[in-house]
């Protein structure tokens, strides 16, 4: 009983730990003092404002940008890195590309950042791109980044699924790719969501890597926050990060309720064949119907 009890004391304690500062967060997002950490009553005036910080709203739309392309392009990359890593079991060199492919998992982004950095420079003095670096660079930079993790997430559902019914499509006459996106690709859409959902919000998250491959004008939002930071938390930065709070609660509640009304709906659609063939099983004559031994009863 006390064990059960300290578990859930520690459970509260780690969920007051992460939620408790988001809380505090939006709060003070709605104090009309101009200093953080003196309450001055409550006001919408820094939301209104942020209609006229041209340059801090530019960089949230400009992050929402990145992202939204690094999640295509990490899904895409990450999920055809799995499928060689888990369906081509034999090519010469699988253990080097398993090993490059995880490489940026446990890389530091200093050195990843750095090594971006020198390839985009020596390839504008060799083929004159990218001319000045941006969106694009960023871009590039964290879909390497981000599709690693796709790939161990996909990869990982690509190991769990039942072979016998891609090779039963197959052997009705479907063609490798249309199994792959009519029968793989559905199977395995919890994990491209998972992966995508994950690399936007590493995309959203990165100074480090965004820090050495970006130009002039292309600043991100972290690289925005983390320069005004170092002048003093202003309270349009708390405003916000409660807007970006505010759209991942929204979005992940969003995912949450059709992910259960699909499994709802796929659960319903099994018991409606079961009680189908069951009815149609009842139908047929006696002579037809399955015949069910008994088991014998031993001594």
Same mark, same amino acid.
């Given at each position: 009983?006390?064990?059960?009890?300290?578990?859930?004391?520690?459970?509260?304690?780690?969920?007051?730990?992460?939620?408790? +500062?988001?809380?505090?967060?939006?709060?003070?997002?709605?104090?009309?003092?101009?200093?953080?950490?003196?309450?001055?009553?409550?006001?919408?005036?820094?939301?209104?404002?942020?209609?006229?910080?041209?340059?801090?709203?530019?960089?949230?739309?400009?992050?929402?940008?990145?992202?939204?392309?690094?999640?295509?392009?990490?899904?895409?990359?990450?999920?055809?890195?799995? #499928?060689?890593?888990?369906?081509?079991?034999?090519?010469?060199?699988?253990?080097?590309?398993?090993?490059?492919?995880?490489?940026?998992?446990?890389? +530091?982004?200093?050195?990843?950042?750095?090594?971006?950095?020198?390839?985009?420079?020596?390839?504008?003095?060799?083929?004159?791109?990218?001319?000045?670096?941006?969106?694009?660079?960023?871009?590039?930079?964290?879909?390497?980044?981000?599709?690693?993790?796709?790939?161990?997430?996909?990869?990982?559902?690509?190991?769990?699924?039942?072979?016998?019914?891609?090779?039963?499509?197959?052997?009705?006459?479907?063609?490798?790719?249309?199994? #792959?996106?009519?029968?793989?690709?559905?199977?395995?859409?919890?994990?491209?969501?998972?992966?995508?959902?994950?690399?936007?919000?590493?995309?959203?998250?990165?100074?480090?890597?965004?820090? #050495?491959?970006?130009?002039?004008?292309?600043?991100?939002? +972290?690289?925005?926050?983390?320069?005004?930071?170092?002048?003093?938390?202003?309270?349009?930065?708390?405003?916000?990060?409660?807007?970006?709070?505010?759209?991942?609660?929204?979005?992940?509640?969003?995912?949450?309720?059709?992910?259960?009304?699909?499994?709802?709906?796929?659960?319903?659609?099994?018991?409606?064949?079961?009680?189908?063939?069951?009815?149609?099983?009842?139908?047929?004559?006696?002579?037809?119907?399955?015949?069910?031994?008994?088991?014998?009863?031993?001594?």
């Amino acid at each position: 009983m006390n064990r059960f009890g300290f578990s859930r004391m520690m459970l509260v304690f780690g969920l007051l730990f992460i939620y408790l +500062p988001m809380l505090i967060l939006v709060i003070y997002s709605f104090n009309a003092s101009k200093l953080v950490t003196v309450w001055g009553g409550w006001s919408v005036k820094w939301y209104v404002g942020l209609l006229d910080n041209t340059q801090l709203m530019g960089s949230v739309v400009r992050s929402l940008e990145i992202a939204c392309y690094t999640a295509v392009a990490a899904v895409a990359l990450g999920t055809l890195a799995a #499928f060689v890593l888990t369906r081509v079991t034999r090519f010469k060199g699988r253990t080097l590309f398993g090993g490059l492919v995880t490489a940026p998992l446990v890389m +530091p982004e200093v050195i990843t950042g750095l090594s971006l950095l020198l390839l985009f420079v020596a390839m504008a003095q060799m083929i004159g791109w990218p001319q000045e670096r941006g969106i694009v660079t960023i871009w590039i930079a964290h879909t390497t980044f981000c599709a690693a993790y796709v790939a161990v997430v996909v990869s990982a559902r690509l190991r769990e699924l039942d072979l016998s019914i891609e090779e039963a499509a197959m052997d009705l006459g479907a063609r490798p790719l249309k199994v #792959f996106f009519l029968i793989t690709i559905p199977m395995i859409a919890p994990s491209l969501a998972a992966g995508g959902m994950m690399s936007f919000a590493l995309s959203l998250d990165d100074l480090v890597l965004a820090s #050495f491959v970006s130009g002039p004008g292309s600043t991100t939002l +972290p690289m925005e926050v983390f320069s005004a930071v170092r002048l003093g938390v202003k309270p349009e930065i708390n405003a916000v990060a409660s807007l970006i709070l505010l759209a991942v609660s929204i979005v992940t509640f969003m995912v949450w309720y059709f992910s259960r009304k699909a499994e709802a709906s796929r659960k319903r659609a099994i018991q409606e064949a079961m009680d189908q063939t069951a009815s149609e099983s009842w139908k047929q004559p006696a002579s037809q119907r399955p015949v069910t031994q008994p088991i014998a009863a031993t001594a």
